[in-house]
């Protein structure tokens, strides 16, 4: 099946302890990205990735890395989590970034909580 | 840059009422425009899309139409459902966009669906 994965489903954590939120696509899409959605915001860009080592920043990058070392995989990672990126985050991915219409599949999402 | 505003709600109707969300964009070049759905605890899920003016897009018995000259692109169903209780988001991808930063969809805040029985 068609899919992309993300891990975990639900994240508590303190302050300052670094963590990983895997994603994983089996499509062979060129691009993939995260979002955060907060109440009253929608879905804000984090980072993306247009293709393998190719990343960069989206519209709310600061205190969130991302690294693109394989086709299928694009881990999002927080070095000292902080309260305020308390959120539910969602990876997508699509055939093909930037000029094009295809349609993003997205991730069933993951809820972090900093406390 | 690029934006996407749409009713926020809650929006509540009774089961097999018409519905309308609106959806209305400013973009720098030639978007496509989408409709998501959310529903409770999944991820988001296309609905529709149309990739130029006049296009109709259309899924599950919802439609919504790419209007240049409004910059719209409202959602319709002409009877609702219980099971369409979601979270329905208007998205845009810019096909030249050019800003610094987001390279990606544009999305509205999200309207949340009710239906009542």
């Known amino acids: 099946e068609a899919q992309v994965t993300q891990n975990p489903r639900y994240l508590i954590t303190v302050t300052g302890k670094k963590l990983t939120v895997t994603c994983s696509q089996n499509?062979?899409?060129?691009?993939m990205s995260w979002y955060r959605q907060d109440p009253g915001l929608g879905l804000r860009q984090i980072y993306y990735?247009?293709?393998?080592?190719?990343?960069d920043k989206g519209d709310v990058p600061e205190g969130y890395k991302v690294s693109r070392k394989e086709k299928r995989n694009f881990p999002l990672i927080l070095e000292s989590p902080s309260p305020n990126q308390t959120s539910l985050y969602f990876c997508a991915s699509s055939l093909r970034g930037g000029a094009s219409s295809y349609g993003y599949t997205f991730g069933s999402g993951t809820r972090l909580t900093v406390v | 840059g690029n934006s996407v505003t749409q009713m926020e709600g809650p929006v509540t109707l009774s089961e097999e009422a018409f519905l309308t969300i609106n959806c209305t964009y400013t973009?720098?070049?030639?978007?496509?425009l989408f409709w998501y759905v959310q529903y409770p605890g999944e991820g988001l899920q296309l609905l529709l899309k149309a990739t130029k003016a006049d296009d109709k897009g259309s899924n599950k018995g919802f439609e919504a139409t790419y209007r240049k000259e409004t910059t719209s692109f409202h959602l319709e169903k002409g009877s609702v459902q219980v099971s369409d209780s979601a979270v329905y988001f208007c998205a845009l991808l810019d096909y030249m966009y050019s800003g610094g930063g987001a390279d990606g969809l544009t999305f509205g805040k999200g309207t949340h669906l009710i239906i009542q029985p």
């Open positions: 973009a720098t070049g030639y978007p496509s």
């Open positions: 990735s247009m293709n393998v080592e190719v990343t």
């Open positions: 499509m062979n899409h060129e691009y």
